[in-house]
């Protein structure tokens, strides 16, 4: 099994900017996946940035260009970087990891695929 910590979350103002991080127990999968679900009160689980073990990344549409994802292997880490939050990215962000990741981003990452999770950390902007 894969424990998964999640950290970084907070409260900021319209603009802000917050870096969550995830860090994992050691693994030996390979090929792997991680990245970052979010969800909002009476909302799915939706899908907002992940990355690979070569490294590749996926985003969704409402944060490409503001959310930046990486990893430091050395560290059993990944992180979000989180820059222009506004209102709509208020929501419980988890920390996923897929252990039988298929190589590729063909389809956009869905909450089944992934077998380990974080608790979730708390993330609010206020307008």
């Known amino acids: 099994a894969v424990q998964l910590v999640e950290s970084g979350g907070g409260s900021v103002q319209s603009g802000g900017s917050l870096r969550l991080s995830c860090v994992t127990s050691?693994?030996?999968?390979?090929?792997?996946?991680m990245g970052w679900f979010r969800q909002a009160p009476g909302e799915e689980r939706e899908g907002v940035a992940f990355?690979?073990?070569?490294?590749?990344?996926w985003y969704a549409a409402s944060v490409k260009g503001r959310f930046t994802i990486s990893q430091d292997h050395a560290k059993n880490t990944v992180y979000l970087q989180m820059n222009s939050l506004k209102p709509e990215d208020t929501a419980m962000y988890y920390c996923?990891?897929?252990?039988?990741?298929?190589?590729?981003?063909?389809?956009?990452?869905?909450?089944?695929?992934?077998?380990?999770w974080g608790q979730g950390t708390q993330v609010t902007v206020s307008s």
């Open positions: 990355i690979d073990y070569h490294y590749s990344t």
């Open positions: 050691p693994h030996k999968y390979n090929p792997y996946a």
């Open positions: 996923a990891f897929d252990s039988e990741y298929g190589g590729n981003w063909w389809t956009p990452p869905r909450p089944l695929e992934f077998d380990y």
